[in-house]
């Protein structure tokens, strides 16, 4: 966007210029100093354009938490809002005006009109040229009174005849050749265009007034080295009272006075202090690496499929392609007001249940009926959806899930941390349900058949105590966080990969996993073969997998044991 690369050009005007005062100001090498202000400035330009990529690619090992689910086609597109189903069940918004969207053209509406200003200066200043008188060395005189007098513009000077004798007009004249021969005014006219481009950034005007002083003292140098300095200095003071406010011309006594006799009464620099010019080559190279470098980080995972189907271990992980590059990333939510009144016991496989007719003799095609949800992605042109938090009614059932994958041309609904209820009361709890829409049949993992570890809600209940001793404010959130083997980051660097002996620490509470993702958007973690401790905690807590919510300070526990 046209803001932040503006933005970022403010930012190397700041660092440019503020070296510039602190080191280079008070040197007497003017020509240096003139070519350090425009480079400067152009680089101001061009560095914040520029872009370079630096890739890092880790291979990592992953469980598939559900191998049942394989057949069932992941989008191969990235995420987008599927209108089929959002238009009718989301509510209805109100057309708002975007101001944010509004800024660049109001940016450019200015831009446009002040160089329209400068072109009419310009040809304000050319109109006054048509009569001239061209000297020996070549600059041409206009005699006027009025206005602008005592100043030039290229090889144009206009100066006040009646006030000046034959010793004073020599001077100037000489001040002014030194003007024209090193071509002051495109320095000028350059300065003009940046500041109509910048105009909203006050670096850029004292570099004008910078370079304008510069320019002075450059021309000073060899008048006086010419005249004297003291008879130079002298005419300096006489017209001192004269000013203008043509931006394009330099007249003879605009810049400070004080400053430019100073200057001219100053022992000249030593060759050695040139060597300060050099410290602009690692502000150049920081500049880059901060603007115009970007590191993209590719996670390659090789999926193994895990048939005993440890409960949700991977919930909220980033689903990723061949190429290992980040095709969506679905965070855990909070689910509320939903009680789990029945785990089913007993094998994977089929389950009866009372009010959901999946025996083959009743086998027909069922459609599921959204009610609502949270958030839905997906893709259009396959037909594959994801929900999250959704409510879905389905023959006379009524279902509500975390996650919920809906697959229309393979006939597929998954439904993960799920609730079945039907009309008369009766629930189903599962860790996962798979619907086959096609013949009306489902099939239901409880847990891999075992009950609930009765600790786990009290160990839950103990992060979730630890977690709410000091509530987390989202914007100055203080995570700290490390690896072994490496930290990697998503494309918008708001999510964090961390893999190989990983920890993160939060308000006391040290988390450690194999592997830990981290949500910077929604304050999520996910650590799998994890270990939690903390001194508002008893002991070690142990998982194959640990879920923390920031937000809601909601822990989860995952795996064999619970």
Known sequence: MILFYLLKVTACTILFFGFYVLVLQKLTFFKINRFYLLVTLLLSFVIPALQFEIKHEVVTLDTDPVANLSEVKMAEKPS???????????????????????????????????????????FGLIKYTGNYTESDEGLKLINKTAGFTNCSFFNYVFIDGDKLGDADLAVLLKHELVHARQYHSIDKIILMVFKSVLWFNPIVYLYDKALEQVHEYEADEFTSAAYGSEAYASLLLKLAIAKSDMPLIHNFVKSPI?????????????????????????????????????????????????????????????????????????????????????????????????GFKNSKESARPVKPRIISFTKITGDIKEKVSFMENAVIDIVDCRLNAKYVQLDEPNHKMIAKNAVLKTKDGNSLTASVIVFDLKNGNFNATPDNGKAADPKKPGLERQLKNALLAQPVNETDAKVEYRAKDSVKMSKDKSIVYLFGDAMVIYNGIKLNGSKITYNKTNNTFLANGATVSSNKIDGLIKADSIYLDLKTSKATLFGENF
Not at 101 to 111: D, E, N
Request: one cysteine or more; charged letters at 20%.
């Open 258 to 354: 004080k400053a430019r006799i100073k200057m001219l009464f100053s022992s000249k620099s030593p060759d050695k202090k040139k060597n300060a010019y050099l410290l602009m080559l690692p502000m150049v190279l920081m500049l880059l690496w901060v603007f115009a470098v970007k590191s993209v980080y590719a996670v390659r995972q090789i999926r193994v499929e895990n048939t005993s189907q440890k409960g949700l271990a991977e919930t909220g992980q980033s689903l990723l392609n061949d190429n290992g590059t980040i095709e969506k990333h679905l965070m855990a939510g909070s689910v509320k007001n939903i009680k789990k009144r029945n785990v089913v016991p007993g094998n994977q496989g089929a389950v009866e249940f009372h």
């Open 80 to 122: 987008q809002l599927i209108q089929s189903l959002a238009v009718e069940h989301q509510p209805e918004t109100k057309p708002e005006i975007d101001w944010l969207s509004l800024v660049p053209f109001a940016y450019g509406a200015i831009t446009l009109v002040l160089l329209l200003i400068c072109i009419w200066r310009l």
